[in-house]
């Protein structure tokens, strides 16, 4: 049986919008392909419109090498007691965690995951801070700043592939190139394939088309 892992939703959801940003649902259907079939995926602290979105996304993509997902307007600290899972057993991913996450805190000292997204502020906000005080044992990714969902991919690697961070092929700051004359650096750091950055589906093409519009007058 896989981990849970937990995305506390930070972002500031209008009650009457009828979805979440493009971008967002795209690194949170890619949590669930990074997560793999023996886990599940938890999004916490969503608006009932964002909550709505999610579910039937989830429900319309039942693929098997996927992670169950599961969205909830209630907050973690909801769902653990609901579920019945200790403070003591839950993982903050914290950037500003003392200790760095090994393969070792994946041998049954910790059961969840938690982590406060939306992770990919540029330049970083320190939302896990909200969670941080609520005095859950955290651990950290490195000095970068990931994704949401690469920070989720880099956990279930460490601690269900059993490989340490120093171990993990990165890329730091990639330029997205779309033709000659276009092209994006994003300010975060992502697991490379041995060439590329390792990016939801559908997120080349969503960046690109932000692009043009940018450039709509």
Known sequence: ???????????????????IPKWVELEYMHMRTFAGPEATVHFTHLSPSS?????????????????????HQKSVLQLMDQKG???????????????????ED?????EWFLFG??????????????????????????????????????????????KRLSDIPFIDYPTIVF?????????????SDGKDPILPPGMREHLHEDLNKSFDF
């Open 1 to 19: 049986m896989g981990f849970s892992y937990v995305i506390e939703h930070m972002e500031e959801d209008e009650e009457t919008s009828k979805s």
């Open 106 to 110: 994946g041998d049954g000292r910790f």
């Open 179 to 191: 033709n000659p004359k276009e092209s994006v650096e994003m300010p975060f750091r992502y697991i």
């Open 117 to 162: 997204g939306i992770l990919g502020d540029d330049p970083p906000r320190d939302r896990t801070g909200e969670l941080r005080v609520l005095g859950f044992p955290g651990r950290h990714l490195g000095p970068i700043q990931m994704t949401t969902d690469t920070a989720l991919g880099v956990t279930k690697i460490v601690v269900e592939d059993k």
């Open 51 to 71: 909550c709505n979105t999610l579910s039937s996304l989830f429900a319309q993509d039942a693929e098997p090498s996927r992670a169950k997902a599961y969205a």
């Open 85 to 103: 899972v200790p403070l003591e057993k839950v993982c903050l991913l914290d950037p500003k965690a003392e200790k760095e996450l090994s393969p």
